[in-house]
């Protein structure tokens, strides 16, 4: 798990004003995708609704084209022709007056999907029909009928087998499902000479049109243009999403770097101020400090040689390792306030930790802690780009605290790898691990969980890491122990030739 700062008041406002900004931008695009899909409907609509008008009208001038054709042939070719004879009718039967008008008829409906035809007289008699037992009948003529004779205008109505919009919904109709009934009032020349001759009374024409398939094309493509505009509405919706969450990524990884520069700001204007503070009292401090270290040490080892007084010598010996733990503090306030000048060059960074671990050797020992290193296979070393004498002091703290937190009896494991290109060193041990407040706040700067620490351990490792581009994560293993982690740039040995470590 990585380290992970808190954010200060300002860090915390930013983020709530960037949450609000994006919240407002998927508030707007939501309503957006309601605006595009109710127009994209209401567009279908319109333009399905005018292809259905111009079909139906299309239907309807078709069917007034077949009535007008119908009717001058039933003038030229029956009505003439029978007042000139003398064939009498008889409603009843299909007598040999019927077959001229059939054979107009069927010439003139030829290919036009015609159901039914039907001829009625002046008084809603039925004087022609395809069907025989309809003949003579006055009680089945439509209301369109009676409205015909009275306006004398010709009367198109389609009469559809569903209801109002579920109309909508019949994809695959049966045939007959939609049909174009049209009823025509016959010319006044048919009605005169069919009142002189022996034939059918001729007054109004009714005959229905099977436009079935060509409503339900109209149907399907009404549908078409809904599905292609709730889809591209979807996808407009779908490239916007995918703007505002690229977006949404780019601000907040510049609010993220945003917050890394005011930390670094903030950790760079404390060191500065520590470090005037310091620098003040540090001569003030060590000057005196050293004198009663140094006296300390002459009267302990003056009083030892004598051995009369083991009082006197267990308070010097009190005094030397304060002021000695004391000068210590001192020191580990200045490296972190006023950290030293990088002078980088290649350094093996085996050698460096073996160098550390012997001057480690005797404590480790003396609490039976193990090491153990997983290098990986080179025989010219791991090299890494840096300043030898803070890695060295970097990787002889870490060392020292797993050390220390395991008191006796453990374990500390050593492990080198190279990923992307760069040195991954993590050191970790057996002991109780980090606590929870330790992974979120242990490399600050004094914060300590040790009653005599000072809480400029970890903070010094980061700062070094960081000093030599790069990182460091803090972490608890799966089966136990802390864990450090640095990565560091990875160095050509033959760039520089490094010193040798002592």
């Known amino acids: 798990m990585a380290h992970r700062r808190r954010g200060d008041p300002v860090t915390n406002e930013t983020k709530e004003n960037n949450g609000f900004s994006m919240g407002i931008i998927r508030f707007l695009s939501w309503i957006s995708l309601v605006l595009i899909l109710v127009c994209n409907i209401v567009l279908s609509a319109l333009i399905t609704n ?52 059939e054979q107009v008829l069927s010439s003139v409906f030829q290919g036009a999907k015609i159901d039914s035809t039907r001829i009625f007289s002046w008084d809603s008699t039925v004087t022609y029909s ?109 490239l916007l999403q995918l703007f505002i969450r690229r977006t949404e990524k780019v601000l907040s990884a510049r609010v993220q770097e945003k917050e890394r520069l005011e930390r670094e700001l903030h950790q760079s204007e404390k060191l500065a101020s520590m470090g005037r503070v310091v620098s003040s009292i540090a001569h003030e401090i060590r000057n005196p400090l050293g004198i009663i270290r140094s006296t300390a040490e002459h009267l302990l080892r003056r009083n030892e040689k004598s051995g009369t007084d083991k009082t006197s010598s267990a308070l010097l010996g009190a005094i030397y390792d304060e002021s000695c733990r004391l000068s210590t503090t001192i020191t580990d306030f200045l490296d972190y306030a006023r950290p030293k000048k990088l002078v980088p060059q290649p350094v093996d960074l085996p050698a460096l930790l073996n160098q550390a671990l012997v001057f480690l050797g005797n404590s480790l020992e003396k609490n039976n802690i193990k090491v153990r290193e997983e290098l990986p296979p080179h025989s010219d070393g791991v090299w890494v780009m840096g300043d030898k004498d803070l890695l060295y002091r970097a990787v002889y703290n870490i060392l020292a605290n797993a050390g220390q937190a395991m008191e006796h009896d453990g374990e500390i494991r050593i492990e080198i790898s190279e990923i992307d290109g760069k040195i991954q060193l993590c050191i970790s041990d057996s002991g109780p691990g980090f606590s929870e407040e330790a992974l979120l706040r242990g490399l600050d700067p004094f914060f300590t969980t040790k009653e005599d620490g000072t809480g400029l351990g970890l903070a010094i490792v980061q700062s070094i890491i960081l000093s030599h581009e790069g990182e460091i994560f803090i972490s608890n293993r799966s089966a136990g122990g802390a864990m450090v982690c640095l990565t560091l740039p990875k160095a050509d040995p033959q760039e520089n030739k490094p010193s040798p470590v002592e």
Not at 68 to 95: F, K, N, V
Not at 196 to 215: A, R
């Open 50 to 101: 005018h292809a259905r008008e111009l079909l139906l009208q299309k239907q309807k001038d078709f069917g007034t084209l077949l009535a007008q054709s119908a009717d001058y042939q039933i003038h030229r070719r029956y009505s003439i022709p029978l007042t000139m004879g003398s064939r009498p009718l008889q409603l009843s039967d299909r007598t040999p007056s019927f077959e001229p008008l």
């Open 130 to 238: 395809t069907f025989a037992s309809e003949l003579g009948k006055r009680n089945i003529a439509s209301p369109a009928v009676e409205r015909v004779r009275n306006a004398e205008e010709p009367d198109l109505e389609v009469i559809s087998a569903f209801s109002g919009w579920k109309s909508l919904f019949a994809l695959s109709p049966e045939p007959g499902a939609f049909i174009l009934r049209v009823t025509y009032p016959l010319s006044t020349q048919n009605r005169l000479l069919s009142f002189e001759g022996d034939g059918p009374k001729l007054d109004i024409l009714e005959f229905s049109q099977d436009i079935t398939e060509d409503y339900t094309a109209i149907i399907r493509f009404q549908w078409s243009i809904l599905a292609l505009a709730v889809i591209s509405s979807l996808i407009l919706f779908a």
